[in-house]
């Protein structure tokens, strides 16, 4: 089955400690993407990867950090996680770079709610 | 700034025909998306525009006016399980890959 895989679901966890939220996909997208999702502020997107190695910042990059080394892997890691980052995540994948990847649809895994405390 | 503007909250019958609308403040994208969003659920493509004029997908239709700089989706024959969220988005701005969406607008269907 064509998905994207996050991990974990929920996770709770204090300021300072170092996390990574891992996502995967199985459908060969070159295009992968992280957002953040707050109440009556939609998607925000936070980082973006065109393909393995070619990342760049979204709208809200502060405080986060990607990498792509694999075409299936996007993670998404947050170094020193502060309160102000709790909320839910999700990641996405497309097919296509270059003027094939603007009108494909963004295929979204389930998603990963954060709580910093 | 680049920004894209839906209202917070629609309401509609059954049956019935609503149009949510999605107004923008950026240029230089390729095209107009729209995602749907059930509680609790993960957003979900529904209809892209690349060019002026209106996309029909079954009861769903997506409308873009460049000139205007809007677009709208509209959902015919409203159904209960209609009720859900629905984002637009453009991708492309400035040449790139950033995504942006607007904020969202809750679609509640009543019998």
């Known amino acids: 089955e064509a998905q994207v895989t996050q991990n974990p679901r929920y996770l709770i966890t204090v300021t300072g400690k170092k996390l990574t939220v891992t996502c995967s996909q199985n459908m060969n997208h070159e295009y992968m993407s992280w957002y953040r999702q707050d109440p009556g502020l939609g998607l925000r997107q936070i980082y973006y990867s065109m393909n393995v190695e070619v990342t760049d910042k979204g709208d809200v990059p502060e405080g986060y950090k990607v990498s792509r080394k694999e075409k299936r892997n996007f993670p998404l890691i947050l170094e020193s996680p502060s309160p102000n980052q709790t909320s839910l995540y999700f990641c996405?994948?497309?097919?296509?770079?270059?003027?094939?990847?603007?009108?494909?649809?963004?295929?979204f895994g389930n998603g990963t709610r954060l709580t910093v405390t | 700034g680049q920004s894209l503007e839906q209202p917070s909250e629609v309401t509609a019958v059954e049956g019935a025909i609503v149009q949510i609308n999605c107004t923008y403040q950026t240029s230089g994208f390729y095209g107009l998306s729209w995602y749907q969003q059930h509680d609790g659920g993960a957003p979900t493509f529904l209809s892209y525009?690349?060019?002026?004029g209106l996309e029909e997908t079954g009861r769903f239709s997506s409308f873009l006016s460049r000139s205007d700089s809007y677009g709208y989706l509209l959902l015919q024959e409203l159904q209960m399980k209609d009720s859900a969220s629905y984002f637009c988005?453009?991708?492309?701005?400035?040449?790139?890959?950033?995504?942006?969406f607007g904020a969202g607008t809750r679609l509640f269907v009543k019998a």
């Open positions: 988005a453009v991708r492309g701005l400035g040449g790139g890959f950033k995504t942006i």
């Open positions: 996405a994948s497309s097919q296509g770079t270059g003027g094939a990847s603007y009108n494909s649809p963004l295929h």
């Open positions: 525009n690349a060019l002026d």
